[in-house]
Structures are given as structure tokens and as C-alpha cells.
């Protein structure tokens, strides 16, 4: 039988262009908002961005001047506490579900974190108000550091999921087959194999939980003076911010505008930071 | 040294379909035997039974007395400490891709504990030299990733890196079913200089292949081992009619 493979006609080739065309429109038309709003944001708060504002607390109402420091550096202390707590845990139940979760109880597990995913930040909040704070009898970096955890946790544990399953089955038989016991191929083989993939689901919970303003709200609660015992108070950029853009004053609404650009800037940085540390790791073929 | 393999009455399942139907044999110590048979007869399941690796597998599960040396296969010992002994070299090259080619070569002994760089290089130096890889990655050894290199020379670090670990028997599961005729006669000269260390039992398709490198030949078909004698005999005089029409081809 002759087949005839027919020519590639001017339609095929300007159906071609235009599918290109329409591809590189879509991802203008999604990276545009991203790019709008970090302009919008140097617009608007580069300008209020100083030494003071980068090394002084808030001053009092009505008074000029004054800064974030302390808000930077609580929002600093509040993701170090929230992924303390959170990677492990997310990383550690990612590796149930992976490896051991093949079954019912993996399923459960695996519909719980998905609901706990969509459940609202704000009430996240309300779970921590209620294991930390009201047992500590006032509010803490802690429970904000614990509030957002469990923000993160869901996300960490089924990108881990996801990043483990894409490990091809001969990777863990070649370790079985050295006698290697299955912890150890899991954490030693496993895992590692996965990284860059574990790492990429650990900075997405990372950087969706920084700007949270809502789980902190009655468990960091903020402040206006330098803190840094956990177990008290403290102040978080989003949380200024929130405070500052409600509030009257125009000095006020333009440092806020300056705090979210310096908070924008910092996830941006942690993320990146991140990323080329993991990447100096990587061997030539890998 | 090698050690001899003793297997009696051998039945495995995956799930409830049986696979294996009452397997004898008897695999001499610094020998290598070969196994052959058509596609889905068992071989495959066969070695990964002698080193506990069928039971990775949900619902498989193996019946029956599997003596390795000294080890009691299925009674008395943990798959951990069988494994070290016993080394595996799978059909597809399955080199760890985000660590080293020295990496992947020490990965036995340093996930196993084993600390002592300076032996650690040697042994990394000498297993690599036995696999017949050294002078192709010397000056890559830690820059390279071990999923960098082409396929023959990736199935090869996995030689090395089974060898490091220094097994007293190495199973190899189609070793060249994925590689050109140059890397294959690579692998087949190793697996003779090998024999004089180890015992090998090697699952191969290609029927010339088991008559150049093995001394003793089983026949697999449908789960069960129709024949197993020297690989002579099983090539020029078989005793079952079904390994005759087998080896000259008439099926399979």
C-alpha cells in the first residue's frame, strides 16, 4: 500500500506561527500581574525606604519618621520557628505517603492534607490561638511560628509525595540490592535523588506562608518595640503593614507601601538564595 | 571467595499467581551459571528470589529452602545482611543519578557505615578497574555524575559498584540486554576474570552468550527449570526435547 504523507501547506505553517504566537501570549498575560505589582510596589515604596526605616522601631502616632527593623526581623524569627517545624514534618509525612502510604491509611492521610490545604488561613489562626497562645496566657512568636506550620505542612508533605513517586523504582532496588537497609535508602538514596524537587515544594510553602497576615493576627499579635523572647509578643511585616494601611496617617500608608516592597524583596531573595545554593551542589550530567 | 548456592523446592507467587514452580538446583561456588528461557519463564524471578529482592514487591512472596554459603536464605536472615554478600546487577543500568561516579562506586560501604577514606579509595580504584571503567572516568571521578556516562559505561559503574561492596556471589539480570555488541563483549570478558573470585549467575536472553561465558546452563520455561547440566551438554546434547527446540531455535 502507498501512503502519501501530504506537504506541509502555508495553513500548517501559519497555524505553527500562530500557536507560537498564542504560547507566548499566555505566559506574558500570567507573568504580567507578577510584574505589575513589583513595579507598583518600587513606585510607590522605594522612595520611603531608608536607613530608618531598615534600622528604627515604629514611633509613636503623629510623630515623622521611624521604621520596620523590628517587624523584619519578627517576621525573620516567626518563618525560622514555622519551618523548623514545618519542613520536617512535611518532608517526614511526604515520605510516609511516598513510601509507606500505598494503602487506606495513606489515603487518609492523603485527604486530610488536602482538605487542611484549603482550609482558611484565619482559622488556622484559631487553632493556634488555641493550642499556644491560650495555654501560654498571651500571644508569641511561636504561635505565629506554629500557625504558620501548619500552613505549610500540606504543601511540603504532597509536593515531597509527588517528587519521591517520580524516583524510578530500579533507583531503590540498586540500594536494596547493596544491602542497604530501607531508612537508610529512603533518606540516603530516596530523598536525595528527589531533592531539588523536595526543596522547590518546601520554598512554594515558604513563600506563600511569608506575607500571611491573617494566622498571625491573634497569635504573633504584633509590636511596636524590639522583642526577640519567642514566647512574647511580636511584630511581623505583614502584620505592619495590615496596621499601617488601615490607619489615617499618609506617612503611615507610605511606610506601609515600603514594608511590602521589603518583604516582596526578601522572599524573593530567600527563595533565589536557596536555589543557588542547592544548584552549586549539582555535578556536571546530574 | 565465591561461595555455592543450594536452592530446594522454590515456589514464588505474586499475589496469587505462581510463578515459580519447585525449583532445584545446585550452583557451584567461582562458577558462572547461566539461565536461560523465553520471555515471562521465570528467570528473572528466579534470581531476585536468591537475594530476597522478589519480596520488595507488594503481595510476592516466596516458599521453599535457599542456602547461600553459610547463609540460610529464608530462615535466619535478615535481607540486609544477605544483600552484602550477595550483589545484584540489574538488566537496566541503574546508576544513583545525583551522586558521583566515586560516589556511586562507594555508595555500598558508606550507607552501610563504612567510613575509612583512604581504603575507600582504593576500593573505589580497584572495583573500577575489575568493571574495566577506571581509565574511561579517572579524571572525572568527582565531577561526573554517574547518569553522565553512556549506557555500556553506566552498566559497568554498576559492576563496579556491586563489586565494592565484595560479595561472595553476584547475580546479574540481563546485564547486556541494553547495550552494543563492543560494551557486551566488555561485560562478557569481565564475567570471566570475575569467576575467579565470585560466583555468578547470569539471566541472558542471548543463548551464544550463555555458551561463551557460563559452565552451567539452566532451562526455564512457564515457571518451571526443565534442565540444568553443563552448558555444553545443555547446547550440544539436551536430554529434554523442549530445551532441544529451545536452543536451535525451533521456539521461543
Known amino acids: 500500500m502507498q501512503i502519501v504523507i501530504p506537504p506541509i501547506t502555508w495553513r500548517r505553517r501559519a497555524m505553527d506561527r500562530l500557536m507560537t504566537a498564542v504560547s507566548v501570549l499566555t505566559v506574558l498575560i500570567v507573568l504580567a500581574p507578577l510584574f505589575a505589582i513589583f513595579a507598583y510596589l518600587v513606585y510607590k515604596g522605594v522612595g520611603s525606604i531608608n536607613l530608618a526605616f531598615l534600622t528604627q522601631t515604629p514611633k509613636p502616632v503623629g510623630e515623622p519618621g521611624g521604621g520596620m527593623a523590628n517587624a523584619i526581623a519578627g517576621t525573620g524569627v516567626i518563618l525560622a520557628i514555622a519551618s523548623l517545624l514545618g519542613v520536617p514534618l512535611g518532608i517526614g509525612a511526604g515520605i510516609f505517603l511516598s513510601e509507606y502510604g500505598r494503602n487506606r491509611y495513606g489515603d487518609t492521610v492523603r485527604f486530610v492534607s488536602d482538605v487542611l490545604n484549603g482550609v482558611p488561613s484565619i482559622v488556622i489562626g484559631i487553632v493556634a490561638y488555641g493550642l499556644v497562645v491560650m495555654r501560654q496566657k498571651h500571644f508569641s512568636a511561636l504561635a505565629g511560628g506554629v500557625a504558620l506550620a501548619i500552613m505549610m505542612i500540606p504543601t511540603i508533605a504532597r509536593t515531597t509525595e509527588q517528587m519521591l513517586l517520580l524516583v524510578p523504582q530500579s533507583i531503590r532496588e540498586a540500594a536494596f540490592g547493596l544491602g542497604v537497609s530501607r531508612w537508610r535508602t529512603t533518606l540516603s538514596i530516596t530523598l536525595r535523588t528527589a531533592t531539588s524537587g523536595v526543596i522547590t515544594g518546601v520554598m512554594l510553602a515558604f513563600a506563600r506562608v511569608a506575607g500571611e497576615t491573617a494566622p498571625l493576627l491573634f497569635t504573633a499579635f504584633g509590636n511596636q518595640f524590639w522583642n526577640w523572647r519567642l514566647d512574647q509578643p511580636t511584630a511581623a511585616l505583614s502584620l505592619q503593614i495590615y496596621t499601617y494601611a488601615l490607619s489615617p496617617f499618609d506617612d503611615w500608608h507610605r511606610q506601609a507601601w515600603a514594608g511590602s516592597l521589603v518583604l516582596i524583596v526578601l522572599i524573593v531573595s530567600a527563595v533565589a538564595a536557596v536555589r543557588i545554593v542547592v544548584r552549586r551542589g549539582k555535578l556536571a550530567g546530574a | ?252
Open chain 2, 1 to 252: 571467595m565465591g561461595v555455592g548456592i543450594t536452592v530446594e523446592h522454590l515456589n514464588a507467587f505474586y499475589g496469587k499467581t505462581q510463578a515459580l514452580f519447585d525449583i532445584n538446583i545446585t550452583v557451584q561456588a567461582n562458577h558462572a551459571t547461566a539461565l536461560i528461557g523465553p520471555s515471562g519463564c521465570g528467570k528473572s524471578t528466579f534470581i531476585r528470589c536468591l537475594n530476597r529482592m522478589h519480596e520488595t514487591i507488594p503481595e510476592a512472596r516466596v516458599e521453599g529452602k535457599v542456602r547461600i554459603g553459610e547463609f540460610n536464605v529464608y530462615n535466619g536472615t535478615s535481607a540486609t545482611q544477605l544483600r552484602r554478600r550477595v550483589g545484584m546487577v540489574f538488566q537496566k543500568a541503574n546508576p544513583f543519578p545525583t551522586m558521583s561516579i566515586y560516589d556511586n562506586v562507594a555508595a555500598g560501604l558508606k550507607l552501610n557505615g563504612f567510613r575509612n577514606r583512604k581504603q575507600l579509595d582504593e576500593i573505589v580504584q580497584k572495583s573500577l578497574h575489575s568493571s574495566a571503567l577506571w581509565d574511561e572516568v579517572k579524571d572525572s571521578l568527582h565531577k561526573k555524575s554517574g547518569a553522565s556516562l553512556s549506557g555500556g559505561q553506566q552498566q559497568r559503574l554498576c559492576i563496579a559498584r556491586a563489586l565494592a561492596v565484595q560479595p561472595e556471589v553476584l547475580l546479574m539480570d540481563e546485564p547486556c540486554s541494553a547495550l552494543d555488541p563492543i560494551s557486551t563483549g566488555k561485560i562478557e570478558e569481565l564475567i570471566f576474570q570475575l569467576k575467579e573470585q565470585y560466583t555468578i549467575v547470569i539471566v541472558t536472553h542471548n543463548m551464544q552468550q550463555a555458551a561463551r561465558v557460563a559452565e552451567f546452563t539452566g532451562f526455564f520455561l512457564l515457571g518451571k527449570m526443565i534442565e540444568f547440566d553443563k552448558t555444553e551438554k545443555v547446547f550440544t546434547n539436551p536430554s529434554d526435547k523442549r530445551t532441544e527446540d529451545y536452543v536451535t531455535g525451533r521456539f521461543g
